[in-house]
Nanobody
Framework: QVRLVESGGGLVQAGGSLRLSCAAS????????MGWYRQAPGKQRELVAN???????NYADSAKGRFTISRDNAKNTVYLQMNSLKPEDTAVYYC??????????WGQGTQVTVSS
């Protein structure tokens, strides 16, 4: 089992910044990918950004140029630095971990609210 603990969400004004953290623990050895998804009210969960074990990153078009995903292997933690936040970024952000066997694990979610 893999446990994911997220932190860093909150309320911010448009144009502001937040940094989300996701710490993984449990049966973690090498991951396939870790990343962040978000779900706004009435919408489907969507990928924001992820990072593969190789270090290759992938971003949603809406996140490119504003968000940066990074990792600290020693702390088994992935970060999402979000700059120039917009009201449409308001959502619950979920950390995702995919192990080498392809199994998905999810965090409990952290709320990000961007006021206009």
């Amino acid at each position: 089992q893999v446990r994911l603990v997220e932190s860093g969400g909150g309320l911010v004004q448009a144009g502001g910044s937040l940094r989300l953290s996701c710490a993984a623990s449990g049966s973690i050895f090498r991951f396939n990918a870790m990343g962040w998804y978000r779900q706004a009210p009435g919408k489907q969960r969507e990928l924001v950004a992820n990072i593969r074990n190789s270090g290759i990153t992938n971003y949603a078009d809406s996140a490119k140029g504003r968000f940066t995903i990074s990792r600290d292997n020693a702390k088994n933690t992935v970060y999402l630095q979000m700059n120039s936040l917009k009201p449409e970024d308001t959502a619950v952000y979920y950390c995702n971990y995919v192990n080498m066997g392809g199994s998905d694990y999810w965090g409990q979610g952290t709320q990000v609210t961007v006021s206009s």
